[in-house]
Nanobody
């Protein structure tokens, strides 16, 4: 089965940066859409960013102009660059990938990683 492994989380000061990685066991071309979700304590899971096989990228309004999603096909890895971090960005960040050709965002049938913790101090 497909494996997704996230890394790169940590503790940073407000205004700092982190680069999250999601390494897939197979080619990124297998997935119609990949993306990042996050879940903060007491909050609903939030879709942060997505990128399709056709390179269409979308961001949540809360992270637009601060976060950047990108891919490295040679490494089968998708990244999320987090800049200008705020305490409200604190959450567990999850990578997701959907094989369905009709998928616009990673859905219930997506493959999921285990998550990586991002903590931003004020």
């Amino acid at each position: 089965q497909v494996q997704l492994v996230e890394s790169g989380g940590g503790l940073v000061q407000a205004g700092g940066s982190l680069r999250l990685s999601c390494a897939a066991s197979g080619s990124l071309f297998s997935f119609n859409v990949m993306g990042w979700y996050r879940q903060a304590p007491g909050k609903q899971r939030e879709l942060v960013a997505t990128v399709t096989r056709g390179s269409v990228i979308k961001y949540a309004d809360s992270v637009k102009d601060r976060f950047t999603i990108s891919r490295d096909y040679a490494k089968n890895t998708v990244y999320l660059q987090l800049n200008s971090l705020k305490p409200e960005d604190t959450a567990v960040y999850y990578c997701a990938a959907d094989l369905r050709p009709t998928a616009v965002v990673p859905g219930r049938e997506s493959y999921w990683g285990q998550g990586t913790q991002v903590t931003v101090s004020s």
